[in-house]
T-cell receptor
Framework: SQQGEEDPQALSIQEGENATMNCSYK?????LQWYRQNSGRGLVHLIL?????REKHSGRLRVTLDTSKKSSSLLITASRAADTASYFC?????????????FGQGTILTVHP | NAGVTQTPKFQVLKTGQSMTLQCAQDMNHEYMSWYRQDPGMGLRLIHY???????DQGEVPNGYNVSRSTTEDFPLRLLSAAPSQTSVYFCASSYGFGVMNTEAFFGQGTRLTVV
């Protein structure tokens, strides 16, 4: 069963607004990753945050991680219509599972021009 | 540098038929995996491999078979297709054990319909 839960399941905003997506998980992690999927396409890696990190930035993306609450959030600032996509968090447990990713069900983001 | 290449992109099978989904990567990654994605769901791991000659089961392995004879290739075989295997299949690769925190690279997917 999937061990990552994301909310909201769908998010609709206007261009220029910020979009926040949340991810919760149940077991310990080595790192947590966020991916983007455009309709009908493969997944593209956005950002990876290690278990000993609390915040990470990449361009208009900001990811936070709270291991005590087993949760992470992805913030997209000043959104654009081109940001319309599905966003997934993926947990990596590390150890002997070093390559395995467990995905949440995703958040569908729609940015209206 | 093509990354992860999956073939075919689309496939329609009849129930009971078998087929092989191909996946190849040119990044010398040790770790490769197969996921399936169903509507409204995230990706679920089918099988994975940590190197040539080594494979293991993921979350939903039933009805699928894999082998890894080379670093580059990781084919997924459907032994006897069932309508429940209608899905989009993604292959992914990443660096191996020596690189603990690494992203995965995904292919563009194979959309499979079993009728």
């Amino acid at each position: 069963s999937q061990q990552g839960e994301e909310d909201p399941q769908a998010l609709s905003i206007q261009e220029g607004e910020n979009a926040t997506m949340n991810c919760s998980y149940k077991t310990s992690i080595n790192n947590l990753q966020w991916y983007r999927q455009n309709s009908g396409r493969g997944l593209v890696h956005l950002i990876l945050i290690r278990s000993n990190e609390r915040e990470k930035h990449s361009g208009r993306l900001r990811v936070t991680l709270d291991t005590s609450k087993k949760s992470s959030s992805l913030l997209i600032t000043a959104s654009r219509a081109a940001d319309t996509a599905s966003y997934f968090c993926a947990r990596n447990a590390g150890g002997t599972s070093y390559g395995k990713l467990t995905f949440g069900q995703g958040t569908i983001l729609t940015v209206h021009p | 540098n093509a990354g992860v290449t999956q073939t075919p992109k689309f496939q329609v099978l009849k129930t009971g038929q078998s087929m092989t989904l191909q996946c190849a990567q040119d990044m010398n990654h040790e770790y490769m995996s197969w996921y399936r994605q169903d509507p409204g769901m995230g990706l679920r791991l089918i099988h994975y491999s940590v190197g040539a000659g080594i494979t293991d089961q993921g979350e939903v392995p039933n009805g699928y078979n894999v082998s890894r004879s080379t670093t580059e290739d990781f084919p997924l075989r459907l032994l006897s297709a069932a309508p429940s295997q209608t899905s989009v299949y993604f292959c992914a690769s990443s660096y191996g054990f020596g690189v603990m925190n690494t992203e995965a690279f995904f292919g563009q997917g194979t959309r499979l319909t079993v009728v």
